[in-house]
């Protein structure tokens, strides 16, 4: 059994099917006597977030549910004809990062024969590695290095949360690979304070408070405005263009957060002592830049990765000047007499 599978059946037995769930899944579902219920592919998963860490938890958990939803609706749409349905499903599946290997290799064939039985030619991704059908294994990945420091600096914040990055001098940078992240509104909180994500990646934006938000940024060429939401919605924002973006809510001036775009697969973000690792990083030559929530630009300089692992040290600065109010959506200084 592969470990996507394991942690599948993990996730699955840990779900509390109660008696007015279930009657209200057979309502919307109301099966035949020859279909089983099915779970339902936007079912939330009761996992409480109160840290940093939880959130990374329930992102993995409710990502491997995604996959498991893509996998089995597609079967089901296959088994009774739908190819069309299938094949969208399996398609969208292999369309997701980070892959599990094992998983692309099953579901490939499927999609490819799905998409061609509904009448058209499936346009997927190139498959990670070509497979040996004598050995069922990929080739080796090229050597990789980890390139690992300390970041000091951010003056009396510390440098924590710093965001690190490599760009490669010597030959193209490849280009990241999208990802999902979530950021909570909790007690009128932003939670993490500080996100990296690669360019093309969606950020969710959850309002947990009993209260409205209005997620904004007035930060270029990030700028976005989400309007109102209550509790239990979320917001979703799609950041296309590498730098900084300060978060803001326009109900509630005490909230602000920042989002950091970066340009590389290569990239951390540093503990609350300013470690941090760069794994998986070819050898060659780079500039390694480091961005803090206190800097006004990213510091730079040129490192050499060989065979590793490379130690290097990094600082940041915390020249960015306070702002002189704490503007609203339109850029404007609050209205005092709002209270907010």
């Not at 959850?206 to 904004?216: I, K, L, Y």
């Amino acid at each position: 059994m592969c470990k996507w599978t394991s942690i599948v059946g993990l996730i699955l037995a840990s779900v509390p099917w109660g008696a007015a769930h279930a009657a209200a899944s057979a309502k919307e579902r109301s099966p035949t006597p020859t279909q089983q219920p099915w779970p339902g592919e936007e079912m939330p998963l009761p996992l409480t977030v109160r840290t940093p860490d939880d959130l990374t938890f329930k992102y993995a958990a409710e990502r491997q549910f995604l996959l498991f939803n893509l996998m089995a609706s597609g079967k089901l749409a296959y088994d009774r004809g739908d190819m069309a349905t299938a094949a969208a499903k399996w398609e969208t599946l292999l369309r997701m990062p980070d892959l599990p290997p094992d998983l692309e290799r099953t579901i490939r064939p499927l999609a490819e024969e799905a998409r061609l039985r509904a009448g058209g030619v499936a346009q997927l991704p190139a498959a990670p590695f070509p497979i040996n059908p004598l050995t069922e294994q990929a080739p080796s990945a090229p050597p990789s290095v980890t390139v690992r420091g300390v970041v000091t600096g951010g003056g009396a914040t510390g440098a924590g949360g710093s965001v690190v990055w490599l760009k490669r001098i010597d030959g193209a940078t490849p280009r990241p690979r999208p990802t999902v992240k979530t950021v909570i509104q909790k007690s009128k909180t932003f939670i993490p304070r500080v996100l990296a994500v690669p360019v093309g990646s969606t950020v969710s934006f959850q309002n947990d408070d009993e209260v409205f938000h209005n997620v904004f940024s007035l930060s270029r060429p990030n700028e976005f405005d989400l309007g109102l939401y209550r509790k239990g919605l979320s917001r979703d924002k799609t950041f296309k263009s590498p730098g900084p973006v300060d978060l803001l809510c326009n109900i509630h001036s005490s909230m602000s957060a920042y989002i950091y775009v970066v340009d590389s697969p290569y990239y951390a973000q540093a503990d609350r002592r300013g470690n941090f690792a760069i794994r998986g990083v070819p050898p060659g030559r780079y500039s390694i830049l480091a961005w803090h929530e206190t800097s006004l630009k990213p510091t730079e300089r040129e490192i050499s990765v060989k065979e590793g692992p490379v130690e290097v040290a990094v600082s940041v600065t915390s020249d960015r000047p306070s702002p002189a109010f704490v503007p609203d959506k339109a850029g404007k200084p609050r209205q005092s007499q709002l209270g907010y």
